[in-house]
Structures are given as structure tokens and as C-alpha cells.
């Protein structure tokens, strides 16, 4: 069975930098894409960075465009998210999640967690102002 386990998240300041990690304790390669979700108190869970597992194309929120930037390592079932210039906007729990669709533009599109059936426990980021 696949289990995620997302760590890193904290509290930090406005303009801080900071990494998630996410441990995929199944077979990447049965799954097209896998990324980051994130989900804030009162809000529905948004997709916010998406990367294709065959070829490593990669895209994003428009509101995290050029600020988080999402990896894989293969080697070690790890999926990376580094976040930098992070913003009061950005706290909420982020999930790591794979699916099946290959396209990052479905991934990204609202609603798409509906058909994601393996998430983890989250971890928390809280970002002060």
C-alpha cells in the first residue's frame, strides 16, 4: 500500500526560505504525475506545483510561479518542494499527492484532489507577517 509522509513545514517570517520533503513509499513510475497541495483553514485544497514523473517537466500556481520550485529523486522516492520569498498567503498544510493523469494542467486545474486517492498527513507551514 502507498503511504506518503510530508515533513518540513514551520513557522517563518515573510521572505524566508523553506523545503518540504515528502517520503513515496510506493513505485513512482506506476504514476504520472505527483506534486504539492496545500490546503489553508476555511479554503478547498488547491494543487500548487505539479512535475511530470516521466519527462521532469514541471509547472505551478500562478501565485507560486517562480518562488516554489518541485523535484524528484528517483533514486530515494523523495518529492521536493523548495519555497522561497514565502509569503503570509502561502500558510497551509501542504500535501504531497501522486495521480495517474500525466498532465500537469489537469493536476493544477481546481478540483482535481477530488480524484487523488492517496494523501498523506500534511505538514504545516505558517508564514508571519
Known amino acids: 500500500q502507498v503511504q506518503l509522509v510530508e515533513s518540513g513545514g514551520t513557522l517563518v517570517q515573510s521572505g524566508d526560505s523553506l523545503q518540504l520533503s515528502c517520503k513515496f513509499s510506493g513505485n513512482m513510475a506506476d504514476y504520472g504525475t505527483i506534486g504539492w497541495f496545500r490546503q489553508a483553514p476555511g479554503k478547498e485544497r488547491e494543487g500548487v506545483s505539479c512535475?511530470?514523473?516521466?519527462?521532469?517537466?514541471?509547472d505551478y500556481k500562478d501565485s507560486v510561479k517562480g518562488r516554489f520550485t518541485v523535484s524528484t529523486d528517483k533514486g530515494t522516492n523523495m518529492v521536493f518542494q523548495q519555497m522561497n520569498n514565502l509569503k503570509p498567503e502561502d500558510t497551509a498544510t501542504y500535501y504531497c499527492a501522486p495521480a495517474f493523469d500525466t498532465s500537469c494542467h489537469w493536476y493544477l486545474s481546481p478540483g482535481s484532489d477530488q480524484y487523488i486517492s492517496i494523501w498523506g498527513q500534511g505538514t504545516q507551514v505558517t508564514v508571519s507577517s
Open positions: 512535475i511530470s514523473i516521466e519527462s521532469g517537466a514541471t
